[in-house]
């Protein structure tokens, strides 16, 4: 099997290698070609939004949510020109979507599929809270945080094989992969990222909420409020995502650099 598997694996390094993240300069494994993994995103988005249609523009809420995506939109934008990135951003299609629901969740699709719930609006409280999470959820698309993972997923269920070709083969795992990879459907805070990618993503989303000219301090009492939302958490070791403090603490670490970006 290993025969197999390993000259499959080459090959679609050799085609498709590794990402180059503009923010960290860090490179990563990438075998899925992102524009078939946007394609996934825009017929799963698509579907969830007729399962659960959204808030109309009229709502306040939803006007609060696009106003502020359209804005960290716009600084991802800038920043990636600045870097002289823009052709990692080519194929994105923003679209940004309130749904009525009590989870306080919120994420985004790879090409730029947001969806915010409307749980999360307590939480979050005002505009700079929800830029925070919006910053977030933006980062782990533009870093291409779900192609890692499903890429790795790939290469565990199909030996690296094409996504087309997976697809053929077994459209139902694919599909629920791909929802794995991008956290789709997770609730905030759930165990859909690695701690390094929910430390990449804090980190990228308070520079690209700064940009925005929302005050990057107001992750810190975001987290404080998401630590004492209730629930009972697994201990950090236990889980793939950092806890409430070790995420605070590294907030308020990084948040110097964060602040040298924020224009008001």
Same mark, same amino acid.
């Given at each position: 099997?290993?025969?197999?598997?390993?000259?499959?694996?080459?090959?679609?390094?050799?085609?498709?290698?590794?990402?180059?993240?503009?923010?960290?300069?860090?490179?990563?494994?990438?075998?899925?070609?992102?524009?078939?993994?946007?394609?996934?995103?825009?017929?799963?988005?698509?579907?969830? =939004?007729?399962?659960?249609?959204?808030?109309?523009?009229?709502?306040?809420?939803? +006007?609060?949510?696009?106003?502020?995506?359209?804005?960290?939109?716009?600084?991802?934008?800038?920043?990636?020109?600045?870097?002289?990135?823009?052709?990692?951003? #080519?194929?994105?299609?923003?679209?940004?979507? /309130?749904?009525?629901?009590?989870?306080?969740?919120?994420?985004?699709?790879?090409?730029?599929? /947001?969806?915010?719930?409307?749980?999360?609006? *307590?939480?979050?409280?005002?505009?700079?809270?929800?830029? &925070?999470?919006?910053?977030?959820? &933006?980062?782990?698309?533009?870093?291409?945080?779900?192609?890692?993972?499903?890429?790795?997923?790939?290469?565990? +269920?199909?030996?690296?094989?094409?996504?087309?070709?997976?697809?053929? +083969?077994?459209?139902?795992?694919?599909?629920? =992969?791909?929802?794995?990879?991008?956290?789709?459907?997770?609730?905030?805070?759930? =165990?859909? @990222?690695?701690?390094?990618?929910?430390?990449?993503?804090? #980190?990228?989303?308070?520079? @690209?909420?700064?940009?925005?000219?929302?005050? *990057?301090?107001?992750?810190?009492? @975001?987290?404080?409020?998401?630590?004492?939302?209730?629930?009972?958490?697994?201990?950090?070791?236990?889980?793939?995502?950092?806890?409430? #403090?070790?995420?605070?603490?590294?907030?308020?670490?990084?948040?110097?650099?964060?602040?040298?970006?924020?224009? *008001?």
């Amino acid at each position: 099997m290993k025969k197999i598997i390993l000259p499959a694996v080459a090959f679609s390094l050799l085609m498709y290698g590794c990402h180059k993240n503009a923010v960290t300069g860090k490179r990563s494994l990438s075998l899925v070609p992102e524009n078939e993994l946007i394609g996934m995103s825009v017929q799963q988005y698509a579907e969830f =939004l007729q399962q659960n249609p959204p808030l109309p523009d009229s709502d306040e809420r939803v +006007q609060m949510v696009k106003r502020s995506g359209t804005k960290i939109q716009k600084a991802v934008e800038k920043y990636y020109a600045d870097k002289g990135a823009s052709k990692d951003l #080519e194929a994105f299609q923003w679209e940004f979507n /309130v749904v009525n629901s009590d989870e306080i969740n919120a994420w985004c699709m790879p090409g730029g599929k /947001v969806a915010v719930y409307t749980g999360i609006l *307590p939480v979050t409280q005002d505009e700079q809270s929800l830029a &925070v999470v919006m910053g977030h959820e &933006v980062a782990h698309a533009v870093a291409r945080h779900g192609n890692q993972r499903m890429s790795q997923s790939m290469i565990t +269920q199909f030996g690296g094989a094409a996504l087309s070709t997976a697809m053929g +083969q077994n459209p139902s795992l694919t599909g629920q =992969l791909f929802q794995q990879a991008v956290g789709f459907g997770s609730t905030l805070g759930a =165990l859909k @990222f690695s701690r390094k990618h929910e430390s990449e993503a804090d #980190e990228m989303g308070l520079i @690209f909420a700064a940009m925005a000219g929302y005050n *990057p301090e107001a992750a810190i009492t @975001f987290w404080q409020r998401m630590a004492n939302s209730g629930g009972q958490k697994p201990p950090e070791i236990l889980s793939t995502h950092p806890s409430d #403090e070790t995420r605070i603490k590294n907030l308020q670490a990084f948040m110097p650099t964060a602040m040298k970006y924020y224009k *008001p």
